[in-house]
């Protein structure tokens, strides 16, 4: 899960890139980057939050109505300062590219780009071989100007060759301003419009929520399989390359995207409170004795509410939060993960002490911060700890941009409910269903007809990925765990 933003505007783009980023930083923490043009490419990255990498002088260097901008949560790669996106190449005409998702396939990939076309790839970046190969493709075009066919065409040699997930964004020098989605569709891209000169300006990015800050309207989503050139005029041409299924990844509405984001017309807020809805109906045939429903902030809280509100039953934010500490899940290593959630969050102990509490948070991976925080409301008192988790159990590997790409870091792995409440401390835990799940966001649109919903049923929508790639992943993601172990020692 990474963020992404390109905009081609009436003024400085850094303006908007600055503010568009902010609004997206929950998507990754660990670097920032954007790239300017005008004329010449303008560069700033590096690990760290937005507003620490973009300090004064560095946004006074980034000159340019044009820019794409990044924000980083590693997949692929060590999560070193040379992995920071976007990336760049001075060949054809001058190319930048950041993206959001993962290429399954990116050893192979890596191997034959070298091998067929002796191109070293100089990062761990999987961004570098979508750049490449898009490149490869429009260098044998041979054009003074590129026409949109030979976007498309080279936007093809990607689907061609790329398997797992990306939303793209491009800038090619004097020529415009490229964005495209994977035939799946399964990580979210939106374009908007701003009329705000004698041309109108165009922005595209991972979430809404990025375009209302920038004053961007006309929103809409890039469609599964399809490519939207801006060309040099500013004229809007667009292709549906591939006709995949539309699967679009399903944790969006439950942990990654902001509640005020739309994910395929579906307000994230809408569908967090859905699933409290279905989750209290479940919750409440079991008969439990509740005192007070406690949200693990802050993706929990719309939920928990909701729940609370149904159940007829006390609310408290009894969990405070940090909000200077960095998002548990998306810290790369499992030691900064557990440390981190000690410094995170802290109860309120009046709001627990002798209550039986329904503790409720977006989902349960690892079980390490669950643990954490059951552990922690038994110190404070608690009587009882329930714990509601409104998503199902995550069980299989996610191969399309999520930290969560070997089978035996999941606590549900091989264990049930009762099994999963004993590793995790807790008298008991509630999971939703994936059908409920499903129908959460449905109701909100019901012509999203499938999903990517890999990592709760192990089912792959892009029905490439074979257990032998799995098994190269899972060995690829245990190296780098091990190297990062290795440096916070
Ligand atoms: S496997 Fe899970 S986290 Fe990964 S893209 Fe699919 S639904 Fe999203």
Known sequence: MCG???????????????????????????????ITFDGRFHAKKGNGLVHDIFTPEAVAGLRGPIGIGHTRYPTIGGGGDEDAQPFQLNSPFGLIMAHNGNVANYRELRDELYRDQHRLLNSDCDVEIILNL?????????????????????VEAVYNKVRGSYSVIAYIADQGLVAFRDPYGIKPLVLGVRRDGLVPAYAFASETVSLN??????????????????????????????????????????????????????????????LGRSLAQQIRRMKLAIDV???????????AIEIARKLDLKYSEALVKNRYIGRTFIMPADAKRRSSVRQKLNPIASEIKGKKVLLVDDSIVRGNTSRAIVEMLREAGARKVYFASYSPPLRHPCVYGIDMQTKTEFVAQDADEEAIARKIGADKVIYQTLDALKKAVQQENPKIRHFCAACFDGIYPTGDITPDLLEDIEADRKSAHDAQLELNI
């Open 213 to 274: 800050i920038m004053n961007f309207g006309e929103i809409r989503d890039v469609e599964a399989g399809e490519a939207v050139f801006i060309d040099r005029i500013r004229t809007v041409h667009h292709k549906r390359i591939r006709r995949g299924c539309h699967s679009p990844c399903l944790f969006e509405w439950v942990y990654f995207a902001r509640p005020d984001t739309f994910i395929d017309k579906v307000n994230v807020y809408k569908c967090r409170v859905n």
């Open 4 to 34: 992404v933003i390109g905009v081609w505007g009436n003024g400085p783009a850094i303006r908007d890139l600055y503010q568009g980023l902010l609004a997206i930083q929950h998507r990754g923490q660990d670097s920032a980057g954007v």
């Open 293 to 303: 429903v406690v949200p693990v902030p802050d993706s929990a809280r719309d939920a």
């Open 134 to 154: 898009f490149a490869e493709s429009l260098a044998h075009e041979r054009m003074k100007n590129l026409e949109p066919e030979h976007i498309f065409r080279a």
